[in-house]
């Protein structure tokens, strides 16, 4: 029987994955393997597989004995491949250890570097005076990290004992301190890692390994793991890989060097080389922003200059990229970018160590960008011709194109900056400031707006890098934990600023101080800080991201309309890309003015005569909204919905509104009390609105369709096509909408002829009362169009109150009884089967029935691929989420045709057997 294999080589000239193996190696082992496949120089190690993770949860760190036993066998090839062995302290091979899932999830678990330094170890390595400083430096590495990932003490103690430590010596970077400086901060931590753990640091090798092996595997479940899983909907993955690669070491000396990059610029997306580089350091200096580091390119180290007022003579001399330093091989490395971009056809992130002149590949990985970035990396790689058109479209996440409506400031604001730093991540934001992840995730909870303040950020951060309105470090670069995480969640950010000093909870930046709960504002396109609250520009959607919304109407087959209810609302949908009006709430036009005084008078009139005097001062100002709103669309459809709320919403319920009232429209006060009383329900969801309103009182309903149709015509006499589409909400009856429809018709076509004017207009029916899904067949007798109110259906679907449901539905994400918020994204197996239900009954009666949805599900990406799956028209969303809807509908397009591809090669490929 043949062994079930777990761990993969890398190294030499071929490697035992491939690309094509994300699910089993992760994402930066089956990268790492490729690396090794197309010949370019990537230090060699192992894999061990996410379905070894699987076994290590579910068996709560139990792995089978084939799992060492590959482990030990796959050593001896990486100790082939150095010429060292692993445990010799004559000879050390040391490893990282690092996680790798399928999907990117930076920072978010754990790594051990430099494991396999003992005392023995690095007493021999240092024997050679030229190793001396980087055996401790590593060691010194090496005991917090150990400390912190594997006996789960945290870094907090060792970080206080190196800052106090260095204070005593009057230094301020880690690289200022001596060989002696070093040793003695070895003793120091050895004596604290004793004193946390209560017992010594592990001095075998291969104790170390499988520790970390197993630590990488727990982080799996790690609190920040789980939480980024959850916020990025990343699901249906076995786990992670634990990636052990020999190590290179940066920190050999000046021809030694470690950096980050990316193939494009990832913050805009411009097509130039975009990285930093530290000479003498590793890894974990560049990308934790333990020391700001310099530029790659000479161009971007000039322009890194002139931003930060740094003389031409003191940039050559401190801060020279390394395409002046290393021109060999910065050329090498360009060579390398550009064939990991052609190969992947994405741009890259990769990482990459120097060590005593050779070059070494440590990552390359599809790199996080912004959208703005996602944007133009898109369009020009469909102009270079790296990708299609579809691809273009499918790489646009349409959870995130809401990042394209990052408010600005306003360049033309005078305005001055106290400091500036990196511009890590764009857009703009003001908060009050706060100085750690959990008072930013408090402040938040409190609907305070906020800016977490740090001197640099972790992936411990990341709750309150969510909460924050933006990130202000005064450490680290552009590749920093915390430009690449603000990256991907599209915050604003600008780190590295160097004139930020904290102190407990005040922060003087720029000679300026600050205590907790002070505004300030920051500009993470330009990389500056203000002080105060700072207005900001919302800004528009125009240049590329009009060529991927062009090319997703192109490839889409649903439509996108939007919820409108005012002349603007439609004007802005209109010029995002809406296609119609998918629901304009006609009670929305009530409130304000004369409108709700003569909507009050309406409802407290005793009699019909009474309804109908308020009703006709109503009339002109709905039809003047209308004419509005069909004007805005310029022809295309516009469903308009009629009054569906209970009428207690309209009336004051407090006394002195209520005297207020009865003295404005010369009634009684007790009149209006009564009234008011007489109004009130006890569960006025189910209760006396919606088409029983129009039942009760059809001369509301008749009111509003003289109003549509009289708008209606007098565009249509302006020129202009119009297509109004009358919709009756809450029927749960056939009966319902018979008779309101036929009071709409009578309505209409009495205002029509008296005009001597003909309009096409549509009549239908909002579905969400279950009754109405599951006698849709009847009910499609009278409709010619269904438009499912998911908002409504939910919470009848589900028995959920919209407004109460907050006290439990949190609870019942945690536990993944819902995995997500069923009023935020289409609960798809229940209510979403009652849609399922409700469109194949109308249209076994009524074949070509338009059916579309209006809830708050519209603008939901997950909900939109339902929609496009069950065979919808079309569906609405609010003004601002017409661009993610029309991304999400053309994804949802491209993601069937290549099932259906899939499927088709999958039917040939078997038939061939």
């Given at each position: 029987?043949?062994?079930p294999?777990?761990?993969?080589?890398f190294?030499?000239?071929?490697?035992?994955?491939?690309?094509?193996?994300?699910?089993i190696l992760?994402?930066?082992?089956?990268?790492?393997?490729?690396m090794i496949?197309?010949?370019?120089?990537v230090?060699?190690?192992f894999?061990?597989?996410?379905?070894?993770?699987?076994?290590?949860q579910?068996?709560?760190g139990?792995l089978?004995?084939?799992v060492?036993?590959?482990?030990?066998a796959?050593?001896?090839?990486?100790?082939?491949?150095?010429?060292?062995?692993?445990?010799?302290?004559?000879?050390?091979l040391l490893?990282?250890?690092?996680?790798?899932?399928?999907?990117?999830m930076?920072?978010m678990?754990?790594?051990?570097l430099?494991l396999?330094?003992?005392?023995?170890?690095?007493?021999?390595?240092?024997?050679?005076?030229?190793r001396?400083r980087?055996?401790?430096d590593s060691y010194?590495?090496f005991?917090?990290m150990?400390?912190?990932?594997?006996a789960?003490?945290?870094?907090?103690?060792?970080?206080?004992?190196l800052?106090?430590?260095k204070?005593?010596?009057?230094?301020?970077?880690?690289?200022e301190l001596?060989?002696?400086?070093?040793?003695e901060?070895v003793?120091?931590?050895k004596a604290?890692?004793?004193?946390?753990?209560?017992g010594?640091?592990p001095?075998?090798?291969w104790t170390?390994?499988y520790?970390?092996?197993?630590a990488v595997?727990?982080s799996?479940e790690?609190?920040?793991?789980?939480?980024?899983r959850k916020?990025?909907?990343?699901?249906?993955?076995?786990g992670t890989?634990?990636?052990?690669?020999?190590m290179?070491?940066?920190?050999y000396?000046?021809?030694?060097a470690?950096g980050v990059?990316?193939?494009?610029?990832?913050?805009?997306?411009?097509?130039?080389?975009?990285?930093?580089?530290?000479?003498?350091?590793?890894?974990e200096?560049?990308?934790?922003?333990i020391?700001?580091?310099?530029q790659l390119?000479?161009?971007?180290?000039l322009?890194?200059?002139?931003e930060?007022?740094?003389?031409?003579a003191?940039?050559?001399?401190?801060?020279?990229?390394?395409e002046?330093?290393?021109?060999?091989l910065y050329?090498e490395l360009?060579?390398i970018?550009?064939?990991?971009?052609k190969?992947f056809?994405?741009?890259?992130?990769?990482?990459f160590?120097?060590?005593?002149g050779?070059?070494?590949m440590?990552?390359a990985?599809?790199?996080k960008r912004?959208?703005?970035?996602?944007?133009?990396?898109?369009?020009?790689?469909?102009?270079?011709g790296?990708?299609?058109?579809?691809?273009?479209?499918?790489r646009?996440?349409?959870e995130?194109?809401?990042?394209?409506?990052?408010?600005?400031?306003d360049?033309?604001?005078?305005?001055?900056?106290?400091?500036?730093g990196?511009n890590a991540?764009?857009?703009?934001a003001?908060?009050?400031?706060?100085?750690?992840?959990t008072?930013?995730?408090?402040?938040?909870a409190?609907?305070?707006?906020v800016?977490?303040?740090r001197?640099e950020?972790?992936?411990?951060d990341?709750?309150?890098?969510t909460s924050?309105?933006?990130v202000?470090t005064?450490?680290?670069?552009?590749?920093?934990h915390?430009?690449?995480?603000?990256?991907g969640?599209?915050?604003?950010?600008?780190?590295g600023?160097?004139d930020?000093?904290?102190?407990g909870?005040?922060?003087?930046?720029?000679?300026?101080?600050?205590k907790e709960?002070?505004?300030?504002?920051i500009d993470?396109?330009r990389?500056l800080?203000?002080?105060?609250?700072?207005?900001?520009v919302?800004p528009s959607?125009r240049?590329?991201?009009?060529?991927?919304?062009?090319?997703?109407?192109q490839?889409?087959?649903?439509?996108v309309r939007a919820?409108?209810?005012?002349p603007?609302d439609?004007q802005?949908?209109?010029?995002?890309?809406?296609?119609?009006?998918?629901?304009c709430?006609?009670?929305?036009?009530?409130?304000?003015?004369?409108?709700?005084?003569?909507m009050?008078?309406?409802?407290?009139?005793?009699?019909t005569k009474?309804?109908?005097?308020?009703?006709?001062k109503?009339?002109?100002?709905?039809?003047?909204?209308?004419?509005?709103?069909?004007?805005a669309?310029?022809g295309?459809p516009?469903?308009?919905?009629?009054?569906?709320p209970p009428?207690?919403e309209?009336?004051?319920?407090?006394?002195?509104?209520?005297?207020?009232?009865?003295?404005?429209?010369?009634?009684p006060?007790?009149?209006?009390?009564?009234?008011?009383?007489?109004?009130?329900?006890e569960?006025?969801?189910?209760?006396?609105?919606?088409c029983?309103?129009?039942?009760?009182?059809?001369?509301?309903?008749n009111?509003?369709?003289?109003a549509i149709?009289?708008?209606?015509?007098?565009?249509k006499r302006?020129?202009l096509p119009?297509?109004p589409?009358?919709m009756?909400?809450?029927v749960?009856k056939?009966?319902?909408l018979?008779f309101?429809k036929?009071?709409?018709i009578k309505?209409?076509?009495?205002?029509?002829?008296?005009a001597?004017?003909?309009v096409?207009y549509?009549?239908?029916t909002?579905?969400?009362?279950?009754r109405?899904?599951?006698t849709?067949?009847?009910i499609?007798q009278?409709?010619?169009?269904f438009?499912?109110?998911?908002?409504?259906?939910?919470?009848?679907g589900?028995g959920?109150?919209?407004d109460d449901s907050?006290a439990f539905l949190?609870r019942?994400?945690?536990l993944?009884?819902?995995?997500?918020?069923?009023?935020?994204?289409?609960?798809?197996?229940?209510v979403g089967?009652?849609?399922?239900?409700?469109?194949t009954k109308?249209?076994?009666?009524?074949?070509?029935?338009?059916?579309?949805i209006?809830?708050e599900h519209?603008?939901?990406?997950?909900?939109?691929?339902?929609?496009?799956?069950?065979g919808l028209?079309?569906?609405?969303?609010?003004p601002?989420?017409v661009?993610?809807?029309?991304?999400?509908?053309?994804?949802?397009?491209i993601?069937?045709?290549?099932a259906?591809e899939?499927?088709?090669?999958?039917?040939?490929f078997?038939s061939k057997?």
């Amino acid at each position: 029987m043949t062994q079930p294999k777990y761990v993969y080589y890398f190294g030499g000239k071929k490697a035992d994955g491939d690309r094509t193996m994300k699910q089993i190696l992760g994402g930066k082992g089956a990268n790492l393997a490729e690396m090794i496949n197309l010949g370019m120089p990537v230090p060699a190690g192992f894999t061990i597989s996410t379905e070894t993770c699987a076994i290590y949860q579910q068996t709560k760190g139990n792995l089978p004995k084939e799992v060492k036993e590959q482990i030990e066998a796959a050593m001896k090839r990486v100790e082939q491949d150095f010429g060292k062995k692993f445990g010799c302290p004559k000879n050390p091979l040391l490893f990282s250890v690092r996680s790798g899932a399928a999907a990117s999830m930076p920072g978010m678990m754990d790594t051990v570097l430099n494991l396999g330094l003992n005392d023995e170890t690095v007493e021999h390595i240092a024997r050679n005076p030229a190793r001396e400083r980087y055996a401790y430096d590593s060691y010194r590495r090496f005991i917090p990290m150990y400390a912190d990932v594997v006996a789960k003490v945290g870094r907090h103690d060792f970080e206080h004992v190196l800052d106090e430590f260095k204070a005593k010596l009057g230094v301020k970077l880690d690289n200022e301190l001596s060989i002696q400086n070093l040793k003695e901060l070895v003793v120091q931590y050895k004596a604290l890692y004793r004193k946390l753990t209560g017992g010594n640091l592990p001095q075998c090798g291969w104790t170390q390994l499988y520790e970390s092996i197993n630590a990488v595997f727990r982080s799996w479940e790690n609190p920040r793991s789980v939480t980024y899983r959850k916020m990025y909907n990343i699901t249906g993955l076995l786990g992670t890989a634990v990636n052990v690669q020999g190590m290179v070491f940066g920190n050999y000396g000046d021809a030694s060097a470690t950096g980050v990059a990316f193939s494009r610029n990832p913050s805009t997306g411009e097509n130039y080389f975009y990285g930093e580089w530290l000479r003498n350091a590793q890894g974990e200096d560049v990308v934790a922003g333990i020391r700001t580091p310099q530029q790659l390119s000479k161009k971007m180290s000039l322009m890194w200059a002139a931003e930060h007022g740094v003389s031409e003579a003191d940039r050559v001399a401190k801060y020279p990229s390394m395409e002046e330093s290393m021109p060999e091989l910065y050329a090498e490395l360009v060579d390398i970018k550009d064939r990991l971009e052609k190969h992947f056809t994405d741009m890259q992130d990769i990482e990459f160590t120097v060590e005593e002149g050779k070059l070494y590949m440590l990552q390359a990985r599809n790199g996080k960008r912004t959208m703005i970035a996602a944007v133009k990396c898109a369009v020009d790689m469909v102009k270079e011709g790296l990708i299609d058109i579809e691809e273009a479209v499918s790489r646009i996440d349409p959870e995130q194109v809401d990042h394209l409506l990052h408010p600005y400031i306003d360049p033309n604001l005078k305005v001055k900056h106290i400091a500036k730093g990196l511009n890590a991540s764009p857009g703009a934001a003001t908060g009050q400031i706060v100085f750690n992840a959990t008072d930013a995730v408090a402040w938040n909870a409190q609907k305070k707006k906020v800016i977490m303040v740090r001197l640099e950020t972790s992936p411990e951060d990341l709750a309150g890098m969510t909460s924050a309105q933006g990130v202000l470090t005064a450490r680290g670069g552009m590749t920093s934990h915390a430009a690449v995480v603000a990256r991907g969640m599209g915050k604003t950010c600008v780190a590295g600023c160097s004139d930020l000093t904290i102190s407990g909870k005040t922060v003087t930046i720029g000679g300026k101080t600050f205590k907790e709960g002070d505004w300030i504002s920051i500009d993470g396109t330009r990389g500056l800080v203000f002080a105060g609250q700072v207005p900001l520009v919302k800004p528009s959607l125009r240049g590329d991201f009009d060529t991927i919304i062009t090319w997703c109407k192109q490839v889409k087959r649903l439509g996108v309309r939007a919820n409108a209810d005012t002349p603007k609302d439609a004007q802005t949908a209109f010029d995002f890309g809406a296609e119609g009006v998918g629901l304009c709430r006609t009670e929305h036009m009530f409130f304000g003015g004369a409108k709700i005084d003569a909507m009050r008078e309406m409802i407290l009139a005793s009699d019909t005569k009474g309804r109908e005097a308020a009703l006709s001062k109503m009339l002109p100002l709905q039809r003047k909204d209308y004419a509005g709103i069909f004007n805005a669309m310029k022809g295309q459809p516009c469903t308009v919905r009629l009054l569906d709320p209970p009428l207690h919403e309209f009336v004051p319920h407090d006394a002195q509104a209520q005297a207020d009232l009865a003295r404005k429209i010369g009634v009684p006060v007790e009149s209006v009390v009564k009234r008011v009383k007489a109004l009130h329900e006890e569960n006025p969801m189910l209760g006396h609105r919606g088409c029983r309103l129009g039942i009760s009182y059809p001369e509301i309903y008749n009111m509003q369709v003289r109003a549509i149709i009289e708008a209606a015509i007098e565009v249509k006499r302006q020129g202009l096509p119009v297509a109004p589409e009358i919709m009756i909400p809450l029927v749960g009856k056939k009966e319902e909408l018979s008779f309101t429809k036929q009071q709409a018709i009578k309505t209409a076509e009495t205002v029509l002829k008296a005009a001597g004017v003909s309009v096409d207009y549509t009549i239908g029916t909002m579905i969400e009362v279950p009754r109405a899904a599951i006698t849709a067949d009847q009910i499609a007798q009278e409709a010619q169009f269904f438009s499912f109110g998911t908002n409504d259906l939910t919470q009848m679907g589900c028995g959920f109150s919209r407004d109460d449901s907050g006290a439990f539905l949190k609870r019942y994400n945690q536990l993944d009884i819902y995995r997500r918020d069923p009023f935020q994204s289409l609960d798809q197996e229940g209510v979403g089967e009652l849609v399922k239900i409700a469109v194949t009954k109308g249209r076994s009666v009524n074949p070509l029935l338009k059916c579309g949805i209006c809830g708050e599900h519209g603008g939901e990406p997950h909900s939109i691929d339902f929609c496009h799956r069950v065979g919808l028209n079309y569906v609405s969303c609010s003004p601002f989420r017409v661009p993610v809807a029309i991304v999400a509908a053309a994804r949802a397009a491209i993601k069937e045709k290549r099932a259906v591809e899939a499927e088709r090669r999958r039917l040939a490929f078997g038939s061939k057997l």
